[in-house]
């Protein structure tokens, strides 16, 4: 199905019109940033660890009738997925999980449950590195609910940001997609514009560099 994991793409997204949120109000807080995205990778974020797709189907139930079973019912699907980065930024991080901006260099504790992200995460086909896979949310609401700090010993212990991301549907987009390369129609900036739709994709799309800035702390 998968090998590994490479990169992602966060941006802001406003909740009403679904489209990215750019500038000094999104993700990456800067008057200069046309296209609301950040870009996880080495560079930006110490590389990524996973992303863990759970609820990707709804749940079963059997129907019976004459002694037999008829029907399967099957409920709504409620995706979520936790992305794991060994060290986001911290500016980007708290901006994904809603956290409002003290304004002195501190970011309040609890998140806004309004914030929304559109999420794009870059794996490879299971027997082919060279091969990129991608599947992704449209519109969904970050949580870090815990960090467990414990004291160093004969090992580091460094905690990882694990960000759970629990989907919404955009309108009748669904929760998300996959994209696959070797699909006769894929298009990179097409996907792109699926994704992060209002933004400009361009830096995305043309090159397979990391363009991301050094990590910070």
């Not at 950040?38 to 992303?51: C, I, P, R, T, Y």
């Not at 504790?109 to 999420?119: D, E, K, P």
């Not at 070797?182 to 097409?190: G, Q």
């Not at 739709?197 to 991301?212: L, N, Q, Y």
């Amino acid at each position: 199905m998968s090998l590994g994991i490479n990169r992602a793409w966060i941006a802001l997204i406003d909740s009403k019109t679904n489209k990215i949120i750019t500038g000094i109000d999104g993700i990456n807080g800067r008057t200069d940033d046309k296209s609301g995205i950040f870009q996880a990778d080495v560079k930006s974020a110490w590389g990524l660890v996973g992303f863990n797709l759970t609820n990707m189907a709804g749940s079963q139930t059997d129907i019976y009738g004459s002694n037999r079973v008829v029907y399967i019912s099957q409920g709504k699907a409620a995706p979520q997925g936790v992305l794991t980065a060994n060290a986001f930024p911290h500016m980007v991080l708290n901006r994904m999980l809603g956290r409002k901006d003290k304004g002195n260099g501190g970011f309040e504790a609890a998140g806004q449950s309004n914030t929304y992200v559109a999420l794009l995460v870059e794996s490879a086909e299971t027997f082919d590195i060279e091969e990129p896979l991608y599947v992704g949310f449209y519109k969904a609401i970050g949580q870090d609910p815990s960090q467990n700090m414990q004291t160093n010993n004969a090992s580091e212990q460094r905690q990882t940001n694990d960000v759970t991301f629990k989907a919404a549907e955009r309108g009748d987009d669904g929760f998300g997609a996959w994209y696959y390369v070797d699909m006769p129609a894929y298009s990179k900036e097409h996907m792109f514009e699926d994704f992060f739709p209002g933004a400009d994709v361009s830096k995305f799309t043309t090159t397979g560099e990391d363009i991301s800035p050094a990590p910070q702390g």
